[in-house]
């Protein structure tokens, strides 16, 4: 059975940091891309990062220079550093893996910017 299991999430002030971590189960994450996904309340859940296969890094652009993905294979866990944190960066953050047959999903993680 596969789980991605988030944590890391909680309140943090403006200005702060937290460092997601996305630690998986029955698969082996060094063949997948895996991404980080967020959703605001009454919002669209959207896409933050991605990181290949291959270690190849993308961010979108509302969180590059401030949210940095990363892997550990050999801990089969994907990571996101997230730093200077703004209000507006309050959601539930998910972690998804896939590969061209499918993906999976985590249950997320709640992450509170608040002053």
């Known amino acids: 059975q596969v789980q991605l299991v988030e944590s890391g999430g909680g309140l943090v002030q403006p200005g702060g940091s937290l460092r997601l971590s996305c630690a998986a189960s029955?698969?082996?994450?060094?063949?997948?891309?895996v991404a980080w996904y967020r959703q605001a309340p009454g919002k669209q859940r959207e896409w933050v990062a991605d990181?290949?296969?291959?270690?190849?890094?993308k961010h979108a652009d509302s969180v590059k220079g401030r949210f940095t993905i990363s892997r550990d294979n050999g801990e089969n866990t994907v990571y996101l550093q997230m730093n200077s944190l703004k209000t507006e960066d309050t959601a539930v953050y998910y972690c998804?893996?896939?590969?061209?047959?499918?993906?999976?999903w985590g249950q997320g993680t709640q992450v509170t910017v608040s002053s």
């Open positions: 998804n893996a896939r590969r061209s047959w499918g993906e999976y």
């Open positions: 990181i290949t296969s291959t270690g190849s890094t």
């Open positions: 029955g698969i082996s994450f060094s063949i997948y891309t």
